[in-house]
């Protein structure tokens, strides 16, 4: 089985709705980032991308081609774990032998999405609860205390304030919108007058953006110079209640850890899709993972959350801490969509 390896990473900065990305489609959005990618490689074998409420038809084809590619492309939209759903996608690629260079990523733009109200996640005789329900839902069920969910709130934007990664990510001299005008001391004014403990200010806001990685098999990288960071070694998908999605990430994780042998200690850092806080504190408190270890550059409640581009986000900052910290050897990137589904990858630095 051919081993699957990231050579590069880029992503955009996440605007707000309406905000710095408002006149760019989705599949605007990503065109320099395929243009970035693809300059450095010899061949594309298939462009394959997470989107959820982009213009419909073929995006990642569609993308691939005013980037000046000519690849087959593959869209995948199973809501917030879309981008890492691809990331699947060509892993099996890869490791069958049906491809040796992809591009893999996720594109969103919530400012020009054609579609008024969202989707609908399950069916009526189920029940089709809204994110934030299935959030009140959890912090409800474990009796999460409010000062917990504060707590990780205001942690994820000290650190993604005080992180290099973002700006190293991004693949021009944007910055991430939320980021540029985040301010400490509003945030806790807000913090202390909100009455729920799910609230806007413990929530991920709506964004726009995209990220891509090229992934490859480990004989195409050394055949055509090619440096590996990360190796995507595995991977493990559960599903749950829709009404129980913010459990997703939990489910998938253990599974995955499980599946592999390994325990939460034997893990350097765990990059977490944050659309809730609610979900970051059931999560460090079901796994045991400490707080150095759990999203250590922040997460999408302080920059944002573009849907399917942000579990392909959370894999490029763990890239690029792996070229900056040498001392790191093993991360798992998770995230839930919508309708109860978890995604969790296990990435190892490449040796």
Same mark, same amino acid.
């Given at each position: 089985?051919?081993?699957?390896?990231?050579?590069?990473?880029?992503?955009?900065?996440?605007?707000?709705?309406?905000?710095?990305?408002?006149?760019?489609?989705?599949?605007?959005?990503?065109?320099?980032?395929? &243009?970035?990618?693809?300059?450095?490689?010899?061949?594309?074998?298939?462009?394959?991308?997470?989107?959820?409420?982009?213009?419909?038809?073929?995006? @990642?084809?569609?993308?691939?081609?005013?980037?000046?590619?000519?690849?087959?492309?593959?869209?995948?939209?199973?809501?917030?774990?879309?981008?890492?759903?691809?990331?699947?996608?060509?892993?099996?690629?890869?490791?069958?032998?049906?491809?040796?260079?992809?591009?893999?990523?996720?594109?969103?733009?919530?400012?020009?999405?054609?579609?008024?109200?969202?989707? &609908?996640?399950?069916?009526?005789?189920?029940?089709?609860?809204?994110?934030?329900?299935?959030?009140?839902?959890?912090?409800?069920?474990?009796?999460?205390?409010?000062?917990?969910?504060?707590?990780?709130?205001?942690?994820?934007?000290?650190?993604?304030?005080?992180?290099?990664?973002?700006? !190293?990510?991004?693949?021009?001299?944007?910055?991430?919108?939320?980021?540029?005008?985040?301010?400490?001391?509003?945030?806790?004014?807000?913090?202390? !007058?909100?009455?729920?403990?799910?609230?806007?200010?413990?929530?991920?806001?709506?964004?726009?953006? +995209? @990220?891509?990685?090229?992934?490859?098999?480990?004989?195409?990288?050394?055949?055509?110079?090619?440096?590996?960071?990360?190796?995507?070694?595995?991977?493990?998908?559960?599903?749950?209640?829709?009404?129980?999605?913010?459990?997703?990430?939990?489910?998938?994780?253990?599974?995955?850890?499980?599946?592999?042998?390994?325990?939460?200690?034997?893990?350097?850092?765990?990059?977490?899709?944050?659309?809730?806080?609610? !979900?970051?504190?059931?999560? &460090?408190?079901?796994?045991?993972?400490?707080?150095?270890?759990?999203?250590?550059?922040?997460? @999408?409640?302080?920059?944002?959350?573009?849907?399917?581009?942000?579990?392909?986000?959370?894999? @490029?900052?763990?890239?690029?801490?792996?070229?900056?910290? !040498?001392?790191?050897?093993?991360?798992?990137?998770? +995230?839930?969509?919508?309708?109860?589904?978890?995604?969790?990858?296990?990435?190892?630095?490449?040796?």
């Amino acid at each position: 089985m051919n081993r699957v390896v990231i050579v590069e990473v880029s992503r955009t900065a996440i605007g707000k709705q309406g905000g710095i990305h408002r006149n760019l489609d989705e599949r605007i959005l990503i065109t320099p980032l395929l &243009q970035k990618h693809v300059a450095k490689l010899a061949q594309v074998d298939e462009v394959i991308l997470g989107n959820i409420v982009g213009h419909g038809g073929n995006v @990642a084809r569609f993308s691939a081609l005013n980037a000046g590619l000519d690849c087959p492309g593959l869209t995948i939209d199973s809501q917030c774990i879309a981008g890492l759903t691809a990331l699947k996608v060509g892993m099996s690629y890869i490791q069958s032998g049906l491809a040796d260079s992809l591009l893999i990523g996720g594109t969103e733009s919530l400012s020009t999405s054609p579609y008024p109200t969202r989707a &609908q996640f399950s069916p009526e005789e189920i029940g089709d609860p809204d994110m934030i329900e299935t959030a009140m839902l959890q912090q409800k069920r474990s009796a999460m205390k409010p000062d917990l969910i504060t707590a990780k709130t205001r942690m994820s934007y000290e650190r993604a304030l005080a992180s290099p990664v973002h700006k !190293k990510t991004i693949y021009n001299n944007e910055t991430d919108e939320f980021l540029e005008r985040a301010d400490l001391k509003v945030l806790e004014r807000v913090l202390a !007058k909100q009455t729920n403990s799910v609230n806007p200010a413990t929530s991920s806001r709506f964004s726009d953006g +995209a @990220a891509l990685l090229t992934v490859v098999s480990e004989n195409f990288a050394l055949e055509h110079d090619l440096q590996p960071v990360l190796e995507v070694v595995a991977t493990a998908t559960t599903t749950v209640s829709p009404y129980d999605v913010p459990v997703a990430a939990i489910t998938a994780t253990q599974r995955l850890l499980e599946e592999n042998n390994l325990q939460a200690k034997d893990i350097d850092r765990f990059d977490i899709v944050e659309a809730y806080a609610t !979900k970051i504190v059931a999560f &460090q408190e079901a796994l045991g993972v400490s707080d150095s270890q759990l999203n250590p550059d922040g997460g @999408a409640l302080a920059y944002g959350h573009p849907y399917a581009a942000s579990g392909i986000i959370s894999v @490029a900052h763990t890239f690029n801490t792996f070229i900056a910290e !040498k001392n790191i050897e093993q991360a798992v990137v998770a +995230a839930a969509g919508a309708g109860g589904i978890g995604q969790a990858f296990l990435l190892k630095r490449y040796h």
